[in-house]
């Protein structure tokens, strides 16, 4: 491959530099907008070929390359407060390259130019090697070590117009610039992965707020439907289930086939239109508040109260025999009595499913019953009128 050939492979090689640079980087980065000037050796190159200068093409792409290096430079110094070490090296090698044309320019004595090579060899590879110790980061000391081709290439082509030193000085140069745009696609793919594995952790998390927000709300709203049936299914003065939600209570406990036995009391407060009347309707209301307190409070979780209507109220009790329901509802009877302020009492009538009736309407005349024959003995007092033999 002849030097001509090999100056227009460094030209495309630095045409390439350029437009991965121009489409790799972000925008904001500097080392892009330093390395857009890749483009200066190809243009120079290209334009040289068409045109009838009266120099050489080597001695035009020489030139090139420095003008280059200095534009990175300066580029680099007016973007930063300090340069980029690899374009900062790449500046003394420009520096380098000019102070050696500007000696054979002048025709120095051989001597003096042969010290003065060797005196700016030593204190370019000094400042490099200290560069380069003071890096911490791998790929960028990677660019640094690759800069020695461009080195000593600039070198060689700056000494000498033989055509041994250009062949030689132009292939390093081309070495360089393969080692760098392999170096600078290894440094694009990362960038590429990096923002993949980034996108895709901000998709993930993206995901787990909808998904955590999509269940707060969803239960959110579960709970307010709950919130909104549980007030819809309870009496608003005493907090005791409504006469429809205590008799399809009733009705769900006969439907269930675990439950075998479960017993109902209907009760109310004894002489309550009286209290109204000599009280008012305020002590009327809290007595009924009281005695859902008292019911709800000592009785079980799985126990179920309801306001039947005005100062009636039904008490379901699931797998209550009736002497137990007897028992039960006696033991809150008292109660009532002794702790009720202002005092009251309470009378009650029980039943027992499945020996006192199989639905709700049988169940609820049984226990009804009851209740009217406490009423007719005296009041305060628990009655049974069902089936089943109990010891009072």
């Known amino acids: 491959m002849d030097q001509i050939n090999s100056i227009y492979i460094s030209a495309s090689l630095f045409l390439v530099s350029f437009i991965m640079h121009l489409i790799g980087f972000k925008p904001n980065n500097t080392r892009k907008i330093t390395r857009i000037f890749d483009f200066i050796p190809f243009m ?63 025709l120095l004595p051989t001597i003096l130019v042969n010290w003065i090579l060797i005196l700016l060899i030593a204190l370019v590879s000094f400042g490099v090697l200290v560069l380069y110790r003071q890096i911490p980061d791998k790929t960028h000391k990677e660019f640094i070590e690759i800069q020695f081709f461009a080195f000593f290439g600039i070198l060689l082509l700056s000494i000498s117009n033989n055509y041994y030193y250009m062949t030689v000085g132009t292939f390093l140069i081309i070495i360089y610039q393969i080692a760098d745009i392999a170096l600078t696609s290894h440094i694009f793919t990362k960038e590429m992965n990096l923002r993949e594995t980034r996108l895709h952790d901000l998709e993930n998390r993206f995901e787990r707020v909808v998904d955590f927000e999509s269940k707060k709300r969803t239960s959110q709203m579960v709970d307010h439907v709950e919130n909104i049936r549980e007030k819809s299914s309870r009496d608003p003065l005493t907090k005791a289930l409504n006469r429809s939600s205590i008799t399809n209570t009733i009705t769900s406990m006969i439907n269930d086939p675990d439950i075998k036995i479960f017993s109902v009391a209907f009760f109310d407060i004894d002489f309550f239109k009286n209290i109204n009347d000599s009280k008012g309707h305020i002590v009327g ?88 024959d406490a009423k007719n003995s005296g009041r305060n007092k628990v009655s049974y009128k069902g089936n089943v033999p109990i010891l009072k």
């Open 44 to 106: 120079v190159v290209l334009a040289t070929s068409r045109l009838s200068i009266p120099v050489t093409e080597f001695t035009v792409f020489k030139y090139a390359l420095m003008a280059l290096y200095l534009m990175q430079l300066v580029g680099h110094y007016l973007l930063r407060k300090q340069p980029d070490s690899v374009l900062l090296s790449l500046g003394m090698i420009s520096s380098v390259f000019i102070f050696i044309a500007l000696i054979n320019q002048f």
């Open 285 to 372: 209301d809290e007595c009924l508040r009281q005695l859902a307190t008292a019911f709800l409070s000592q009785n079980r979780k799985t126990d179920a109260l309801g306001r039947y209507g005005g100062d009636e109220f039904l008490l379901v009790l699931p797998n209550v025999n009736a002497p137990m329901a007897y028992e039960i509802c006696d033991r809150i009877r008292v109660g009532i009595m002794k702790k009720s302020s202002p005092s009251f009492t309470i009378s009650m009538g029980i039943a027992t499913y499945p020996f006192d009736g199989k639905n709700v309407t049988t169940l609820l005349e049984v226990a009804d019953k009851g209740l009217y």
